[in-house]
C-alpha cells in the first residue's frame, strides 16, 4: 500500500460539496478515495446495486443447472425434455434481467 504523506484541506461550496456527497454515495468510495482516482484520472465506476447480485447469482445457479444438464446426457446419453424445458425458462429469465440491467446502465 502507498504511503500518504501530503495533506490537504480543502473548502468546497454547497453545491461542490454536494456533488461529491453524491459521486461517493454512487460509487461507495471514501471522499478521499474518490479525489485521488478523479486526480489520477482512473475510472470511477458506480457500485452495484442488489439487482446486480441477483443477477449474478440467477447466472450461477443456471450454470449450475447447465452443469448438471451435461453430465446427465454423458452419463445417460440423453436430457429429459422437462429438464430442458426448466433450464431454459431460468436462462430466458437471466435474459430478461440482464436486458433490465442493460437499460439502466446504459
Not at 11 to 36: D, F, H, K, P, V
Not at 98 to 106: D, G, I, K, P, T
Request: net charge positive; hydrophobic share 45%; proline share 2%.
Amino acid at each position: 500500500m502507498k504511503k500518504t504523506t501530503h495533506q490537504y484541506h480543502l473548502w468546497m461550496s454547497e453545491e461542490e460539496n454536494a456533488e461529491l456527497t453524491r459521486l461517493c454515495n454512487l460509487t461507495g468510495l471514501s471522499r478521499a478515495n474518490l479525489i485521488r482516482k478523479l486526480i489520477m484520472s482512473k475510472p470511477v465506476k458506480e457500485r452495484p446495486n442488489a439487482d446486480f447480485a441477483e443477477l449474478r447469482s440467477s447466472i450461477d445457479r443456471i450454470g449450475v443447472n447447465f452443469n448438471q444438464l451435461v453430465h446427465r446426457a454423458n452419463a445417460e446419453g440423453f436430457v429429459m425434455n422437462d429438464d430442458f424445458r426448466m433450464a431454459r425458462i431460468a436462462f430466458e429469465r437471466v435474459l430478461a434481467l440482464m436486458r433490465e440491467w442493460e437499460a439502466v446502465w446504459r
